[in-house]
């Protein structure tokens, strides 16, 4: 009995010290040592977007979303050299440091950086002096690498002769088809207007009407504004249809290309394409293209679209000095007819007289009512009067037309 005792203590004191022995050994042991991978440009990048723009559960920090896209541009990362150049070149006195991240990104073939140093050498942006050599070699190599925005630079500077370079309309032609080909909305405005035109190349209406309408389904506002057009006339076999020029014309009116405002003006004056005519929806446009300096708005709001002497006197007045000769023939014509305060009717009479050589229909309109009544010191005279009738009865302007034909009715 004790002998068993004595042999199971024995055991348990050895079991004991293997616990403890297990322990120790455990303690001292060294964990195997966990590296931390460094985040790559990549990664930097990409945090940095979500900082800047506030995305993916980030809030913004534009001052965090800078410190990333700095590291990231430092290790190379091109589209972070870019992001430095588009947030350094906000301020003048980071213009240096702005251009050194634009180069880097140039240098390593970007096509978009190529093209926008070329952009800074050619306007003198971003502290760079204007240097044409300079900004062609930056031009030419983005094209090199297909930048729809290079070639049509290119396409532009070779059309215009811009950069010391020779006109070359095949060249030009060859640069704008190429962007337009790749999508390029401005370029595909150009290359329609270079169809229709024949500028450089032989005349092709549908070309032109199918780059008009890439262009404008692109967004381009003046290709809009062209297929508008080609839609309203029904050119070359496209199907005319009114209301379809008018969406592509409000397009292009609602990114402020004035002749598109005025278009729309005057779709909701004569009620074209299923519109309910409206003289104060096209007043309301015409004003816009009036304070945007279009004097034939400010002509047609006095024409068309006021309800008293005064207000239309006001409009012809503001057309008048916007240079409009339809204006300064109205304000001369005010005068000799006592219209306005102040009048003196020789003085109006003499006004007209100067501006007959302008050969303005409203002028000759109101010059012949001037022989026919013989008014305002000018002798009367049938027979002249007649002859200058004849002359505007089928011109555009619609007042001096409607009332030149008017005059020679009641002249048989």
Request: glycine residues 8%; charged residues 25%.
């Amino acid at each position: 009995m004790k002998h068993f005792l004595y042999t199971s203590l024995l055991m348990a004191i050895c079991l004991i010290g293997n616990i403890q022995t297990a322990h120790a050994q455990k303690k001292v042991t060294k964990r195997p040592t966990v590296t931390k991978k460094a985040p790559t440009s990549e990664e930097l990048l990409h945090q940095a977007e979500d900082y800047y723009d506030g995305t993916n559960g980030v809030f913004m920090n534009r001052e965090k979303a800078t410190e990333l896209f700095r590291k990231a541009a430092d290790m190379g990362n091109a589209k972070a050299q870019k992001w430095m150049y588009a947030i350094l070149n906000e301020t003048e006195t980071n213009y240096p440091e702005a251009m050194k991240y634009l180069r880097m990104a140039a240098e390593q073939n970007d096509a978009d950086a190529m093209f926008e140093l070329g952009r800074c050498y050619n306007k003198g942006w971003c502290g760079l002096k204007e240097d044409s050599e300079q900004s062609l070699y930056w031009f030419r190599l983005a094209a090199e690498r297909n930048s729809p925005q290079a070639l049509r630079m290119l396409g532009i500077i070779y059309h215009e002769g811009y950069c010391n370079v020779t006109v070359d309309k095949e060249a030009a032609f060859r640069y704008l088809k190429q962007a337009a080909d790749l999508d390029d909305e401005l370029a595909c405005g150009l290359i329609s207007l270079t169809y229709e035109k024949g500028d450089g190349v032989a005349t092709d209406t549908k070309k032109a009407i199918y780059y008009a309408k890439k262009g404008a389904d692109l967004g381009d506002a003046n290709s809009q504004y062209s297929y508008g057009g080609f839609l309203m006339e029904g050119a070359d076999g496209l199907e005319k249809n009114e209301k379809l020029a008018f969406d592509y014309f409000m397009k292009s009116a609602e990114q402020g290309k004035n002749y598109a405002i005025l278009a729309v003006a005057e779709f909701y004056l004569r009620g074209w394409g299923g519109l309910t005519q409206s003289k104060e929806e096209a007043k309301k446009w015409y004003v816009k293209a009036s304070e945007a300096g279009s004097a034939t708005a400010s002509l047609m709001i006095a024409d068309f679209c006021c309800d008293n002497d005064n207000e239309r006197l006001s409009w012809y007045q503001k057309a008048a000095e916007q240079g409009d000769i339809t204006g300064q023939a109205e304000l001369a014509w005010a005068n000799c007819t006592g219209k306005i305060a102040n009048y003196d009717t020789r003085a109006g009479a003499r006004e007209l007289m100067k501006l007959m050589k302008t050969g303005n229909p409203r002028v000759i309109y109101y010059f012949a009512e001037l022989r026919l009544q013989g008014g305002c010191g000018m002798p009367k005279n049938k027979k002249i009067a007649k002859e200058l009738f004849e002359s505007i009865k089928d011109s555009d302007d619609e007042v001096a037309s409607f009332g030149a034909s008017f005059n020679l009715a009641k002249m048989k």
